[in-house]
C-alpha cells in the first residue's frame, strides 16, 4: 500500500486573500500546504497533556488554543491557523510519547488494532477575533508487530514528536494493513478540510 501528499490547488480568490499564519512547527503541515505560502510562527501555546478521554470538542479547543497564541502576538490583519492531530484508541488518547519506553507501549497498544486520527483545524482572523473549526477523522488498522518490529522502528525514527508514537509516512512495510480516509489528515493535516475552512471566510 503506497499513499503520498496531495497537491493543493488554489483558486484566484484564494490566491488574492491576505496574510495567513500556520501556527505550527510541523514540516509535515508546511509540506502539504506549501502552495497557500503561509508565514511560518510556531504557536507557543504550551499543551495541558493531562490525560482525559476524547472529544471532538478537546481537539478543536487545542487547535483553537494554538492559533490565538500566534493571533494576539502579530500587528497586522491575517488568518492564523492552529491544528492539532490526536491518535485515538477506543476513547484513550495517544499523545506523543516521553521516551523510548513508552512510545514501545503505545505501540504495543495499536498492534493489530484499528485506531482514529483526529486532526482539528482553527481558523481565526486576527483582526476580527472570529474562529471557525473543524475536524477530520481517518482510521488505520495496524497489523500485528512484533516486539522486534516496534524496537527497531523506534531505533530508526524515533518519534517522539508524533501523536501515537508514529509518522504515517515513514512506517515500514508490515506495519499497516488498511487506511480508511484522508491520508493527509494521518500525516498532520487535510488540505480539503484546510480549504473548506479559508472558503469561510471568503465566502
Given at each position: 500500500?503506497?499513499?503520498?501528499?496531495l497537491?493543493?490547488?488554489?483558486?484566484?480568490?484564494?490566491?488574492?486573500?491576505g496574510k495567513?499564519?500556520?501556527?505550527?512547527?510541523?514540516p509535515?503541515?508546511?509540506?502539504?500546504l506549501?502552495?497557500y505560502?503561509l508565514?511560518?510562527i510556531?504557536s507557543p501555546?504550551v499543551?495541558?497533556?493531562t490525560?482525559?478521554a476524547?472529544?471532538y470538542?478537546y481537539?478543536?479547543n487545542l487547535?483553537c488554543?494554538?492559533a490565538?497564541?500566534?493571533?494576539v502576538?502579530?500587528?497586522?490583519p491575517?488568518?492564523?491557523?492552529?491544528?492539532?492531530?490526536v491518535?485515538?484508541?477506543?476513547?484513550?488518547?495517544?499523545e506523543?510519547?516521553?521516551?523510548?519506553?513508552?512510545?514501545?507501549?503505545m505501540l504495543?497498544?495499536?498492534?493489530?488494532k484499528?485506531h482514529k486520527?483526529?486532526?482539528s483545524i482553527a481558523?481565526?482572523?486576527?483582526k476580527?477575533?472570529?474562529?471557525?473549526k473543524?475536524s477530520t477523522?481517518?482510521y488505520?488498522?495496524f497489523?500485528?508487530l512484533?516486539d522486534e518490529?516496534?524496537?527497531?522502528?523506534?531505533k530508526?525514527y524515533k518519534p517522539f514528536?508524533?501523536?501515537?508514537?508514529?509518522?504515517?509516512?515513514?512506517?515500514p512495510e508490515?506495519?499497516?494493513?488498511?487506511?480508511n480516509?484522508?491520508f493527509e489528515?494521518?500525516?498532520?493535516?487535510?488540505?480539503?478540510?484546510f480549504?473548506?475552512?479559508?472558503?469561510?471566510?471568503?465566502?
Amino acid at each position: 500500500m503506497t499513499a503520498g501528499i496531495l497537491k493543493v490547488h488554489n483558486s484566484k480568490k484564494e490566491q488574492g486573500m491576505g496574510k495567513m499564519i500556520l501556527a505550527s512547527s510541523s514540516p509535515r503541515r508546511a509540506e502539504i500546504l506549501k502552495d497557500y505560502k503561509l508565514e511560518i510562527i510556531p504557536s507557543p501555546y504550551v499543551e495541558n497533556h493531562t490525560k482525559a478521554a476524547f472529544s471532538y470538542d478537546y481537539a478543536e479547543n487545542l487547535a483553537c488554543n494554538k492559533a490565538k497564541a500566534v493571533a494576539v502576538i502579530i500587528n497586522e490583519p491575517a488568518l492564523v491557523v492552529g491544528a492539532d492531530t490526536v491518535v485515538v484508541l477506543g476513547d484513550e488518547v495517544l499523545e506523543k510519547p516521553k521516551d523510548a519506553q513508552e512510545a514501545f507501549l503505545m505501540l504495543k497498544k495499536l498492534s493489530g488494532k484499528t485506531h482514529k486520527v483526529v486532526t482539528s483545524i482553527a481558523v481565526i482572523d486576527s483582526k476580527s477575533g472570529v474562529c471557525k473549526k473543524n475536524s477530520t477523522t481517518s482510521y488505520v488498522t495496524f497489523e500485528s508487530l512484533t516486539d522486534e518490529m516496534i524496537k527497531d522502528y523506534i531505533k530508526n525514527y524515533k518519534p517522539f514528536d508524533k501523536a501515537g508514537s508514529y509518522g504515517i509516512q515513514e512506517l515500514p512495510e508490515g506495519f499497516v494493513k488498511s487506511i480508511n480516509g484522508d491520508f493527509e489528515n494521518i500525516v498532520g493535516i487535510s488540505s480539503a478540510a484546510f480549504k473548506a475552512l479559508i472558503c469561510e471566510f471568503t465566502a
